[in-house]
């Protein structure tokens, strides 16, 4: 009985979205130029190029050369292995959903597990740095100085996160070397490996991860358009759809408080594309959901406060 109920559902939602794209197909048309416009202009420029040179750095041994500066610092705060630290810093110059595409690799390379991947992802969801700037704090909100102060605040909240979530899947660093031997390592590698097969190969790599971001981009923004939602439920489902909307609003407060929480939250869309990344990798959603929750509400109050703080630069 359950599986009928089931495919009755699936089957009147897929007919809804079929009368839907027939009936509004001007709507239809805007949401992917949206999409397209969105990803040429924003995300394809951030990620492509860095997805190509985190491939490389992968390749010739940058997290082991890292691990054996960052083990001590990232055992301590987050008890997780020190391949965290490639992660960490690549994520946070990239953006998301780049962490998963790091983490990916890491785990192909098997420097790390699933136990693994599921702690690091927590804090390590960084947004662009200059979308945050430029995009939401002078195109959204219409002051730098914004953009700096929800840059900061979900930073924080990242980190703040780790350390929330510290005991969840603690494990060891038992393969750590010093930066001398870490050095030997790197050297090593860089002479031993075919650059030109690595780059062609990240190439690929690339180009198919960025197809199956722009897809899920298109499919979100097709499902706000169809679906009646208000602007909060649109940003959570779509995170730039939520923040352009938010910057019609008069209370600068409730703009960057939302805006912040939007960006650290994420959107489902970029969940899924994370998700989509991962896929068989055996990472859980659950906690990622409620650390990305935890993550939203921590750097939308911290932004708040140092609103309040620097009331002056507004």
């Known amino acids: 009985m359950k599986k009928k109920i089931y495919s009755l559902i699936v089957l009147f939602c897929l007919s809804f979205v079929i009368f839907f794209i027939f009936t509004n197909s001007s709507i239809i048309n805007d949401s992917i130029f949206f999409s397209y416009e969105l990803f040429i202009k924003n995300i394809f420029p951030s990620l492509f190029p860095m997805f190509i040179i985190s491939y490389i750095l992968v390749e010739i041994g940058i997290p082991e050369f890292l691990c054996s500066i960052f083990y001590k610092l990232f ?9 965290a ?3 960490f810093f690549m994520s946070m110059l990239t953006g998301f959903p780049s962490s998963a595409k790091y ?3 890491l785990i192909e390379k098997n420097r790390i597990d699933s136990h693994d ?3 690091i992802l927590i804090f390590t969801f960084f947004s662009n740095p200059l979308f945050i700037v430029n995009t939401v704090g002078i195109m959204f909100l219409g002051n730098i100085n914004l953009g700096f102060i929800i840059l900061v605040s979900h930073i924080t909240g990242n980190i703040l996160v780790g350390l929330l979530f510290r005991n969840y899947n603690k494990t060891n660093s038992t393969d750590v070397i010093d930066t001398r031997k870490g050095i030997k390592v790197l050297i090593n590698k860089i002479n031993t490996t075919s650059f030109f097969s690595v780059f062609l190969n990240s190439i690929k790599d690339a180009i198919n991860t960025m197809i199956l971001i722009f897809g899920i981009i298109v499919t979100f923004q ?3 358009s169809i679906l009646p939602c208000n602007m909060f439920f649109k940003g959570i489902i779509e995170m ?3 923040l352009r909307l938010i910057s019609i609003y008069d209370n600068l407060y409730f703009k960057v408080f939302l805006s912040t929480f939007f960006i650290s939250f994420g959107g489902l869309c970029i969940h899924t594309q994370i998700m989509n990344i991962l896929n068989k990798k055996g990472v859980r959603y659950l906690p990622f959901l409620f650390a990305r929750i935890i993550h939203g509400i921590i750097s939308a109050v911290m932004s708040i406060i140092l609103c309040l703080l ?3 630069l507004f």
């Open 310 to 312: 620097m009331d002056g």
């Open 103 to 105: 983490i990916d690799m």
């Open 240 to 242: 730039t759809t939520g």
């Open 222 to 224: 097709i499902i706000i």
């Open 85 to 87: 630290s490639f992660v």
């Open 117 to 119: 991947a599921s702690k």
């Open 75 to 83: 055992n301590k705060l987050f008890l997780v292995k020190s391949d």
